[in-house]
């Protein structure tokens, strides 16, 4: 090759293409990499600066009404109303409007997708009987292997039926839905202050802290497809669900459905002040 068409191939092609995989290596991610990371380095964030829609290079929209498994009443939309750029901050928004629960769920997939990072989430959350946020990460395989055998990671989880307890989970085929893989942290002021909610994820276990405080760690003895798929990149998604088979609180649940959501309620807001991500 041409020293000036090499040049052109290295700086328009190497960065849409290069991926790392260098089984000698601690930390592995896929979108991009100079190969001198270091850990502990900050490998991608959104700030959530300016206004309007998320940044279109990072985040793509989950839409539609079709309960996302979890029997969830919300309609998903990518509208202003429910998910927008606001003072710096990504502020998710669910919305009732004639007896309608709206929301939004945004994701990195096809994006942004990292292997063996640390993830910070600075989030306020909504309060309200019925709400259900979460900040979470999914295996980018799940279009060709499903779920669970693709891996989730549950950064932070919070049902507003038990309001200030903030709930960590993995979910693999050896245990998923209502998985014992699981860690609980108190946080009486969730609604009304930031907190940085917190994954470590390593090639050997996978922690969780609130303001560097450890709660939760999953390590499995022996790892193998249904302990531990988690060897490969996974996508972030935020998101506000309404009821739903976890989120719906049985006081307000009619016609058999979950759909048990405080009838006072009005809107549920979560504000995100920034997600970073950095090299383990
Ligand atoms: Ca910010």
Known sequence: MRPMKLILFVILVLPFTYCKDDPGSSFSYDN????????????????????GAPNTNNWTYDLGDNGWGNNEVQLYTSDRKN????????????????????????????????THVTVKARAKLPDGSGTWPAIWMLGDNFPEVGWPECGEIDIM??????????????????????????????????????????????SE???????????????????????WPYDHPF???VNIAMG?????????????????????????????????????
């Open 83 to 114: 998910v927008r750029i606001e003072d710096g901050k990504l502020v998710i928004e669910a919305v009732k409007e004639d007896g309608q629960w709206t929301s939004a769920r945004i994701k990195t997939q096809n994006k942004q997708t990292f």
């Open 157 to 202: 989880e919070h049902v507003g039926k038990d309001p200030g307890v903030v709930h960590s989970a993995l979910h693999t085929p050896s245990s998923y839905g209502n998985t014992q893989n699981t860690g609980e942290i108190e946080v009486p002021d969730f609604d009304e202050a930031f907190h940085v909610y917190e994954t470590e994820w390593t």
């Open 32 to 51: 991009g990499d100079d190969d001198t990371t270091k850990a502990g380095e900050l490998i991608w964030s959104d700030e959530f600066n300016g206004q």
């Open 244 to 280: 739903g088979n976890w989120g719906s609180d049985p006081q307000y649940e009619s016609d058999g459905k979950k759909n048990g959501i405080d009838p006072a309620l009005e809107r549920a807001r979560m504000e995100v002040d920034y997600i970073r991500v950095y090299a383990n």
């Open 205 to 227: 276990r996978i922690s969780f802290k609130v303001d560097g405080e450890l709660f939760y760690s999953y390590e499995p003895t022996e790892q193998n497809a249904r302990t």
């Open 235 to 237: 996508f972030l998604i």
